[in-house]
Structures are given as structure tokens and as C-alpha cells.
């Protein structure tokens, strides 16, 4: 898991709203932005994604602990009461894209694109702070009734202990050649309809590979369908935030710069535009039966006077009439949010100064979180599920619950505690759940992924814990301020599947490869299958079909991208769609990483789309926001 780029300087401040302020000392930052005042100001802001950093440096550390963590119990930690059974509407906090702030929409700098190797959007999952190594606590029974907090209860310490000490550890991969030696080890969460690709099993056999839906072409040989120019940056902004883009059956979507238009799929015609207040702030890839999706945007465009007026609007967009539904905005302020997801017909959104989950067809409030709760949501994970990141605890005694709640009501369902000193977790898929976090702050590249932890979502208990070295894993997950955003794997028949680092190649010299390999879910051991790049490609993990694995290979400098389908039970690669090899073709395609970028494929077509909008590096040079690839069969 390769360190990411430093995240932008510039983001938009908080709206005041509802929950408590956090107990979190400051993060040394260079240059943070002031905070406004308003309830839920006056701690520090959460370091991260999209927070002020010295560009080319590594993001400082927040300070140690200063007192030593307490001594393992010789038993089971006892239980927490209150929490866990019913609980106040959660109060969720930054999700797609900003620590503790939205994320502006000007002032980035300019990303790296169209250098081959080099990834395009700064800040994926960097993990402040140095927590001392856990193990997880025990899980916690859900009851019946609301999400309501009880003020009084004190957060159980977990027990501590060496990092070694891991529960269902994985093999790490360490070969170095593309040779099966039996020793292999190893989304998924996807955007849009097809949800997570799991059933409701408790992480073991549920699956089938049966239920894909992609079938390969006679021909897998694709063409440009269209390419999208990119826009015309506003005065004196070199960057600005073009995050979201969606696919239905007859429109791609993409946003723009303070507006979301929709293309003809095939052809790239403009079918509808729009218009926004201001730039986009944050989205969710999710699509609902019925084509409408979610966004948040600021009130109005950033001005040298005003750089930010918060990211108070939440849309609801028809994806196929290219209509807003209705805006809401929520809390005193109002509350400035920065995540957002879909799951049935409820939309979660939140920040550090509380959350709101709306009805998606009339934007009623379902639930919301109560003043004086100690304890608030940081994230939300759709889809299937709808699943809560719910930080307790001071900064430095961090404690985080996993949730399983009812969308309709906020009702806890299950609930499972991490242990004490996890600070950010990301949610891989909802169904099954999978939780990946930084335990220890041990993965040291930026990944945000040092274990994975398979949990039963209808009881809360933890199945498996896999762990997940970052120097052998490319997975990533932005999980300080985008919970849900977790890219290089995908989950399902009861299998985690992850993309390792690239290393040599078995080929000619100084050749590259790397391979998608899986872990069982219930076990926490690896299944012993692998898919191969092949070598000068890069395999990817895109998202679930039925049970199969859907996987984006980024080619070498003379040769176009491919999709293959990764047979669930074999692992046999099937090749999808092969893109053109041309010179003019591979440098808009090579400015769009996997990682960094945004790619949606489904029935031979894929689109490609860069989150930000950028200055070409010269006069010569064309940038392009997005481009679209279709096959014949």
C-alpha cells in the first residue's frame, strides 16, 4: 500500500450543529483554517484527508498518549451497559472526503495526472496518531428501541496487548515471482445498484459464484465511445473538486464544476445539466432502483472574500429525468456535513458535529441524534446494510462501535467494540460486514489498512480478524473522513479479496506484477487462490458480480486497460474488455488511477473520471474530466 499524495491545503469550515464538542487536542498542522464558532466547535479538528499539509511531506503525527496503557485483565472485559441497545439517532461525521471539514471545493492543488505510476487525488487514508497496539473487545448484543446515549456510562478500557498478537491472522504474501507455490494469500463494495455482491451469511459459504451478471463479448476489443473536456476553472483556482459520477441504463453522469450533468452512455451527447449553488463537496456512488443518487454542495461559490460557505446542501438528484428531487439542509448553522450514503430508502448524512438521515423521496427528517450524547457517528457504510462508525471517547482514549442499524428508525440492531485506541475504521461492504482500520497506526504507508475485521452483522461478533501488512497489500481506505471509500478489493462469498503491492515480475527484467488474492471471512485464513496481473499490469479489484470478481488492469506504456472477470470459485480470468493501445488514448487513460480515480463499469462499457479539475501541466497538454470505452458484443 503505497503512500498517497499529500491531501489539499484548502478546505471549507464547519457549520454548527448538534452533538458535543470532541475532546481532541491539536494536530499540528501547518496553517489550519479557523474554525468557526457554534456548538460542536472548540476542539481541534481531526487531521487527515483534505487537512492543510506542507505538499511533499508526510503528514505530521498528533502526540502520544503521555501514560502507559494499562495491563491486559486476566478475563474478558466486562460489558458496557447502555450502549449497544438502543441508542439515539446517530451523529455521523466526515465521510466522503474532508477530516473534520468538507472538503473545499478551490484551492487544491494541482494532482499529479497523466504520469503513469503517479496517483491523482491526494490524502487516501493516512492514520494520525500512534495508538498502542489492541485487541478487540468483546461484542455487545443490540436491543430494542431508538439510538439514545446515556450520558452517564463510562467507556470500558480494553484490554492491551502486542500487535502481534493477532486473532485470525493472514499469511502475508512474500513471493516474488508469479510462480503458484501454494503458499498465496490475499468493495467488495461497488457504487450503484449492484450493492455489496453478499448474502447474509455469517462470512463462510453463503456465496455462490453464480448471479453474474457481465458476460464477455465476442470481440472484448473496445473503442473511445466519447471524452469529456475538462471545464474551465474559475479566476485564480488552479483545482477544484469534481467528485461523483453515476450510470443508468441510459445516462452517465459526471459531476462538473457547481453542477452534475448526464450523457448519452454511447455517444457522450449532453441529455441534461444540473445547475448547482456551488461546487460539490461530497457524493455517494450509490444509485437507487429507481436512479436517484445523493450529493452535498455548498450555498453559494467560493468568493477571495468568502473561500468556503460550508456544505450545508444535501440533493437529491434524478439521475434520469436530470432534476434535483429536493435540498435540505439540517441543525442550527447549518450543520456543514461531509458524508453521505444511500441505504433503501434512507439517505445518511453527517460530520463531526452531528448527522441526519433523511426520506429519499420527500426529504422528511427520519431520525437525528440527540444533544448531549458522549458518543457521536463519524461515518456511514450503504448499500445492503446501512452500518454506523460511532466514535466514544476522548481523542486519546478513543473507543470505536460498529453498527448495525435499521435505516427507517435508527434502531441499533448489532453492534460490535473495536478496541480502545482505533481511531478510524472504514466500512469495505455492509453484507458481509467488513471493517478495515490502522491498528497501532502499523500499516505506515498511508493506507489506512494495517487488519481487517470480518463481523457478523446480525449478533455483532467478531468472526475473524485478517491481518493486512501495507508493505504487501495495495488496498486502501479513506476511512479518517470518507468511512465508506475503500478501493483495491471487494467482498463476498464469504471471501475478502485484495490486490497485493506490485513486485517483480516473472518475465524480462525490471518487469512488474502483482495479484488478487483472498482470505475466507470466517476463518480469517487464505483460500490459496490468486489471479495474476500478468507481468508490466496492475490488477485492481473493482466491485462484485454475483460471484464473481470484477478487476481493472492497468496496462503497461504500450498497451490498453483491461476488465476480466475473476471466476469465484476457479479464479479463471476472463477478459471482458481490452482498451486501445494508441499513444493519445493511453495518456488520458494512464491519468486516471484506480485508486485515485473514479471508474464504473457494467455491460461492456466503462467509464473513467477524475475527482478534481486541474490546469493542463502545459499549453501542449490536453486534460480531459472523463472518457468512455464500449465493446461491439
Known sequence: MTQPPPPPPHQPPQGGGFGPPQDQPPQNQPQPPAPPSGPGFGKAPEPGYGYPQTPGTPPPAPPQAAAAPPAPPSGPPPQQPGYGYPQTPPQPQPGYGYPGQPPAAYGQPTPAYGQPGQPGQPGYGYQPGHQPPTM??????????????NAQVAIIVAAVVAIALIIGGGVWYAGSSGKDDGKKDTAGSSGGKGGDGGTDQKGGDGGKTSGAQEKAPADPAAKVLFQVPMPALPKDDDSVVVSGSWLTDTVYAKSGIAEVVGYDRDKGSKKWSIKLEGPVCAVTPRVTDDNKTVIIHQPAMPTKAEPSHGCTQVAVLDLDAGKKVWTKTAGEGPISFNNVTISGDTVAVGSTDGGVAFDI???????????????????????????????????????????????????????????????????????????????GDSAGDGSGISDFFSIDNKTGKLLTRISAPGDQYGARCDSITKPEDCKGLAAGNGKLYIATEEHEGSGKSYSRANEVVAFDLATGKQTGQRADSGDDYTITPLRMDGGNVLAYKRPPYDKGGQIVSIDGSTFKQTTLMENPATEAVRDVESSMSPDYSELIYEQGHLYMSQVYASEPSSARDKEYLAIGFGTSG
Not at 478487540?136 to 446515549?149: C, I, S, V
Not at 462501535?401 to 478510524?424: F, W
Open 361 to 439: 423521496a420527500k426529504g422528511d427528517i427520519l431520525w437525528s441524534p440527540k444533544p448531549g450524547d458522549s458518543c457521536y457517528d463519524a461515518g456511514y457504510g450503504g448499500g445492503e446494510k446501512l452500518v454506523a462508525v460511532r466514535k466514544c471517547g476522548s481523542y486519546d482514549a478513543r473507543e470505536l462501535h460498529i453498527q448495525t442499524i435499521d435505516p427507517k428508525s435508527g434502531k441499533v440492531l448489532s453492534e460490535y467494540k473495536m478496541a480502545k485506541g482505533i481511531e478510524y475504521a472504514g466500512i469495505v461492504s455492509t453484507n458481509p460486514l467488513v471493517v478495515a482500520a490502522d491498528v
Open 136 to 149: 478487540p473487545m468483546q461484542p455487545q448484543g443490540a436491543g430494542g428501541g431508538g439510538r439514545k446515549l
